[in-house]
């Protein structure tokens, strides 16, 4: 069962899943020298289909390719869909280029959600590494919105430098909570930096929260998350509560195409997210 | 006047350490204060001491001509900082500066130096202790190394 | 459709050799085109037909470890040839398909879906292994949550004429995986083929309500118990003549824990990644995507192709490929088909057709490969011990 208040959606604009649905872009924003974030509505009106935190959507640029981007916005938000990506590959760079007022075709949302609803009752330890970030904030919107039903909530987040550190506005409101504890830290800095320098797994010794009972959610470079599950698990946190959310190739979205397998798992419909004890055998395997 | 082995007691790094141990490095420790933007130590200096950090933000840094001084790393309550009083020319390879005020225990080298080799049993609780310290320290340069998030 | 069958002998009826026209026609006035072996460049090509005088009639092959050869055989069978370099997914799973084309208008576009509106096909000829294959890339389009609507209405749409092995090549090894000699599913009728000097004829029946209509309006007769008999010893012989083989028990295991096995690197350095395993494999179903425009730019189309994982790009994320090496390339699709296939949809994704040993250049053999890590495999690794152990305390 879901903590949120929203009927599910079952999607009525095509049977055929293949078909992207034509987004207008309302804002277009650089987080930082190659991240940027679009705020997307529907053509001709209406909601975005509901999603779970975790879930991603293909997203297709005209003429040029369609890339899988998690959703970074507000899970219960439906006027306004949010991707955050960086300007990395070609479509990701077309994408860039693109105006407020302009096009992009959308299909999703796709894929396992973040484990927010089963992590009820428990400290929620939450770490990002660098664009990690944008598939974790749909969690800490959620999260925050039922923050009752949750023990101690922590967010470590790492980014390479200070110009790299996603949604600063929004991490600085989160570090006033009273009721949450938000650790920012990044890999290198100049003097203008006050804040803490070193990796994001150091912060993971002092984080507050109960390893007996915490469901953590990492999501950053896979060397990075394979560190933190290491890091969690010399706490005492069990690897079955731990999630991680990895990357693949991927070409449906929808478990057709093949493009992500990891061991057993299509990352596309069996994950991104998945439970560390789940995937751990195949992921210190090389080029699986 | 108080001693200090309460509050050494309390610090993870001596963590389990025999109270009778305690009662002997509590005999090299020193309280000391600084301000935020004092040097705790500087690059080149004679490494006499190390620290316990019980309150307060420090920076590790090292200074290139052109580039001002740039940080290594951010130490915090809990931490240790220096090992360069262990091993010759015992001198310190990086700058420590407050960050903030800081409130340290200062540990003795010499002192503790000579207490160890008497008792290799309190030896080996510091090699213990500081080659864990160095684990976590090079497993997280190496880490750093890999600049995992830049796009290649 | 079958299960109502399931206590009565399968109806075996015979079909006169001289007849079997009367089958393509029947086929053809019910509106479907068929498909079926024929000759083209040196060997068996699945293609359209239209008369019996289409198939490859006394004709046979040969097939080895980088080999394929067609000749001429004493006996003018019909059906006397095995799997060739193609397979029936062509036709239900095309190899280049548009998926939709977007018309571009001021600042945005609108896409238009391609209509999925298939021909009625029928194959002809379908043995017992690609049966399987269908059965099992049903399984992978349309037994998920997210169907292909392609697939599927190309599937409503097939008519299968299943033949049983009248003798098996060099590179089968259907036995081992259990699909073959002998049909068991899957089709609307099935054929053996009984040729002796004296007699030519196809043992005939039906395995769904199509089947029947179609077997109804032939001019058949029901088998006598010696032409029965007759059948059922072509395919124990089949069976019998079968010379490789693949055992597959525990292997699913054998492979999970063998990951780090020396043997991927012995074939990594035979195998040249041209994939040509996957294009003749009758399951493999990987495809990418291709988006094209034209000149103008006011015209975007996006089509789904064939792909391989033995290709670079395969894998690629931002950064490079995941399994930049032929080693790993080989050892997922070797690994997928034995192993992982299991847990994502309850079979194998080998039948034992034998394709990818006759079609690989450097005669890579999977049977060769499976046995070669069975017989050499280390102690299972500290995981797999941890997860008995785990299993056992449980």
New interface residues.
Partial sequence: MLLSAEPAVTTTF?????????Y?IQRAKWDSS?TFSLELTP?GGGDIPAFEPGQFNMVYV?????IPISISGDPARRDMLIHTT?A??TVTRAMSELKV???L?VRGPYGAPWPVDEARGKDIVIVA???GLAPLRPAMYRILAYREHYGRVVLLY???TPA?VLYRKQLEQWRAHFDLDVFV?V?????N???????V??LIV?APFDPLNTMAMVC??E??MR?TTLEMEKRGVNSDNIYVSL???M??G??????C?F??E?VC?DGPVFRYSQVR??LT???? | MKTLEPILAKHPFFAGLQPHYLELVTGCASNMHFKAGETIFQEGDEAKQFFIIREGTLRLQVFAPGQGEISIQTLESGDVVGWSWLFPPHRWHFTGRATSALRVIALDGQCLYTKCEQDHGLGYEFLKRFSHIMMDRLQATRLQLLDLYKVN | MTQSKKNKPPKLYVLERRDFQELLTALSADGYQLIGPTLREGAVTYAEITAVEDLPIGYTDDQEKGTYRLHQAREPRLFGCGPGPHSWKKYLFPARMRLWQAQRSNGGFTVQADAHTPDKLALIGVRACELQAIAIQDRVFTGGAYVDPAYQAQRENTFIVAVNCGRANKTCFCTSMHTGPKAVSGYDLALTEVYTPEQHYFLIESGSPSGDEVLHALPTRPAAVDEVEAGEAIIAATSAQMERSLETKGLKDLLYASYDHQRWDAVAARCLACGNCTMVCPTCFCTTVEDVTDLSGDTAERWRKWDSCFTMEFSYIVGGSIRSTAKARYRQWLTHKLATWVDQFGTMGCVGCGRCITWCPVGIDITEEVREIQTTSVAPTAAVTERKRKRENT
Avoid at chain 1, 62 to 66: A, L, P, R
Avoid at chain 1, 254 to 259: A, S
Wanted: charged content about 25%.
């Fill in positions: 095509s049977s055929d899943p293949m078909i992207p649905r034509p207008e190659d053509v005209y003429g040029v390719g369609e960086r990395v590959g007022g302009m096009m075709g590494g660098g664009i790492g980014a390479r790299d830290t890999d290198r800095a100049t003097n930096w006050r804040g803490s320098i070193g990796l797994t150091q002092r950053g470079p060397v990075m560190f990357e693949r190739n070409k449906c929808i478990g057709l195409c093949g493009h397998q061991g057993r299509f419909k055998h195949f395997k090389w080029e699986v």
